[in-house]
């Protein structure tokens, strides 16, 4: 498939395709980062490290997935984890990252850092250069980190301590500063700006929630008895609103999109709002390395289909799609039909009709009432037979 082009660049860097693994288990040693490349990845972000011995010493369990048939089944499931820091020293990454630099020759390699003060930012961010990293990624977005902390979502929660990171990090590294935005600090798009004011050369939109899992029996939560971190592919559109709603402020560095990404199609919807190349954790964790080639092939037939041979020529497309409130059309009137054949008379229209319009004939035969229809679309969106439809009537204006 020579003749479509994944490559990108990133603050100066070419990555040979837009899928990078986020920092995690897939990540979490020179031997499984080499793995991850060799299956195709064009970068890896390694586990976070930290001089935090706390951090180090992962709580057992941690991992637990919310409705794992689905996600065996291709459908929506949520990944609960308290995965901490990377349990090696610092001073072990110096030869983990080495040993990835002379195995593999086309992978760029982005060394995640979380300090607990700014000179073991300034301190870490030295190190990961010399041990030969090609950009650092700052852990201003860890779920777990509570108020009060330098790193994680509680540094994320203050915008001067994150500028401050920053450009702690700026001036102790010449390495390109990539910034993990996060859904619990700041506003994503307030955060955005901020890190690009201080001087970040990438942002990533976005990590994931911190949430909490209950078992009604015994009152407590599960597993490990406490929060974690929760994600999963029903993330994607709230990422990717964040992602778009940062690539129309034009900040002028790259935007590398993420959160619950685990399709090719999820992959090109944050490129069509102006990411250039996506990070993803728990698709991999669920589905494997092996998910990196059916990624990339998926992305290939779609551009060879559509006529592309660079990811340039629709990066940022469906941005002028996007029409805000204000705009949104109020005058075009529709009318909902219904196909008898196609009703099975379940009645599950009428029990949901916000406006109390739809009812069931003497044949068990979804009517309409036209004069209490608001052609919400509601109905048709949930129809099991796709019964329904919206016609338009009246175009604006
Ligand atoms: C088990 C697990 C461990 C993670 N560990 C880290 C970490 O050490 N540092 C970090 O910055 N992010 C970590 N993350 C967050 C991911 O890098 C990623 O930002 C997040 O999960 C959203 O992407 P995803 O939906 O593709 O997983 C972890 C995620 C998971 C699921």
């Known amino acids: 498939?020579?003749?479509?082009?994944?490559?990108?660049?990133?603050?100066?860097?070419?990555?040979?395709?837009?899928?990078?693994?986020?920092?995690?288990?897939?990540?979490?040693?020179?031997e499984r980062i080499i793995r991850a490349m060799k299956y195709g990845a064009a970068g890896v972000v390694t586990?976070?490290?930290?001089?935090?011995?706390?951090?180090?010493?992962?709580?057992?369990?941690?991992m637990y997935v919310v409705r794992p048939h689905d996600a065996l089944a291709g459908r929506y499931y949520s990944f609960y984890s308290v995965d901490l820091m990377s349990e090696y020293k610092p001073e072990r990454w110096i030869s983990?990252?080495?040993?990835?630099?002379?195995?593999?020759?086309?992978?760029?390699?982005?060394?995640?850092?979380?300090?607990?003060?700014?000179?073991?930012?300034?301190k870490l961010a030295q190190l990961v250069e010399r041990a030969g990293a090609d950009m650092v990624e700052l852990n201003v977005s860890c779920p777990h980190i509570e108020?009060?902390?330098?790193?994680?979502?509680?540094?994320?929660?203050?915008?001067?301590?994150v500028r401050h990171i920053i450009k702690t990090v700026k001036e102790s590294t010449s390495l390109p500063v990539v910034v993990k935005l996060t859904p619990h600090g700041a506003h994503p798009v307030k955060l955005a700006r901020v890190a690009v004011e201080a001087g970040a050369d990438v942002l990533v939109s976005t990590a994931r929630f911190q949430g909490l899992i209950l078992d009604v029996n015994t009152m407590k939560p599960i597993l490990w008895g406490g929060f974690g971190?929760?994600?999963?592919?029903?993330?994607?559109?709230?990422?990717?609103?964040?992602?778009?709603?940062?690539?129309m402020q034009r900040l002028k560095v790259p935007l590398i999109g993420s959160g619950g990404i685990s399709s090719w199609r999820d992959v090109l919807a944050f490129i069509l709002v102006g990411a250039k190349?996506?990070?993803?954790?728990?698709?991999?964790?669920?589905?494997?390395?092996?998910?990196?080639?059916?990624?990339?092939?998926?992305?290939?037939?779609?551009m060879k289909d559509k006529g592309f041979a660079s990811l340039e020529e629709f990066r940022g497309r469906a941005l002028e799609?996007?029409?805000?409130?204000?705009?949104?059309?109020?005058?075009?009137?529709?009318?909902?039909?219904?196909?008898?054949?196609?009703?099975?008379?379940?009645?599950?229209?009428?029990?949901?009709c916000p406006y109390d319009a739809i009812y069931l004939d003497d044949f068990r035969k979804a009517v309409v009432n036209h004069?209490?229809?608001?052609?919400?679309?509601?109905?048709m969106s949930l129809c099991p037979t796709n019964a329904i439809s919206l016609t338009v009537m009246q175009h604006d204006g």
């Open 96 to 122: 983990e990252i080495g040993k990835v630099k002379a195995e593999v020759k086309d992978g760029v390699l982005i060394a995640s850092i979380a300090g607990r003060t700014y000179e073991e930012w300034s």
């Open 321 to 352: 799609s996007i029409i805000p409130l204000e705009k949104l059309s109020r005058k075009k009137a529709y009318i909902v039909k219904i196909d008898r054949g196609k009703c099975t008379g379940c009645g599950i229209c009428v029990r949901d």
């Open 229 to 247: 971190g929760y994600g999963g592919p029903w993330q994607v559109p709230i990422s990717l609103s964040w992602t778009a709603h940062i690539a």
């Open 1 to 30: 498939m020579a003749d479509v082009d994944l490559s990108v660049e990133i603050a100066g860097i070419t990555f040979k395709n837009p899928i990078i693994l986020a920092s995690g288990p897939p990540t979490r040693s020179a």
């Open 371 to 379: 004069e209490l229809c608001d052609n919400c679309g509601l109905c």
């Open 47 to 62: 586990k976070t490290i930290t001089y935090d011995v706390m951090q180090q010493i992962q709580p057992r369990p941690r």
């Open 147 to 161: 108020e009060g902390e330098l790193m994680g979502r509680a540094a994320a929660s203050d915008i001067d301590i």
């Open 277 to 302: 190349a996506t990070q993803m954790c728990t698709a991999i964790m669920m589905y494997g390395y092996q998910l990196i080639p059916k990624l990339l092939q998926g992305i290939e037939k779609w």
